[in-house]
């Protein structure tokens, strides 16, 4: 028993190959353009949310003197202000999936501290925008 394909199967199955491996191909070309829509997309958030944070520090550091308290309320706005723009560095020199991670772990090891410091960037940031 001969168990050799005819020409005609052959040709068939050959054919059918190359559109299998063409399709893969056509698929594999649409994940990697995704996969570069998705990081584009997200070092753009990641910009925008640098840039954010920025702003709030140069908006915190031109209002820091008129605020109320003296001296020491001046010093706070302005560390206020330092970690705020070094934060918007942080976060435009790493991904955004390890900032937040690092965020998580910071919060988790921290939860009284990372209350209050959120609690205080809220109240300063309150202070500095409020219309008077």
Aim: glycine content about 6%; cysteine-free; charged content about 25%.
């Amino acid at each position: 028993m001969d168990t050799t394909f005819p020409n005609d199967y052959r040709s068939a199955a050959d054919k059918v190959s190359g559109q299998i491996s063409d399709a893969v191909t056509s698929v594999k070309d649409k994940a990697q353009d995704l996969g570069k829509l998705a990081s584009d997309k997200m070092t753009e958030s990641r910009t925008s949310a640098a840039n954010g944070l920025a702003n709030a520090a140069s908006t915190i550091h031109q209002k820091a003197e008129t605020l109320p308290g003296g001296d020491t309320v001046h010093s706070i706005a302005h560390t206020t202000a330092d970690k705020l723009a070094a934060t918007a560095d942080y976060v435009r020199s790493h991904e955004m999936k390890d900032v937040i991670g690092d965020l998580e772990q910071v919060v988790r090891r921290n939860p009284g501290p990372a209350l209050l410091a959120a609690v205080a960037v809220g109240f300063m940031a309150g202070r500095m925008f409020r219309e008077d």
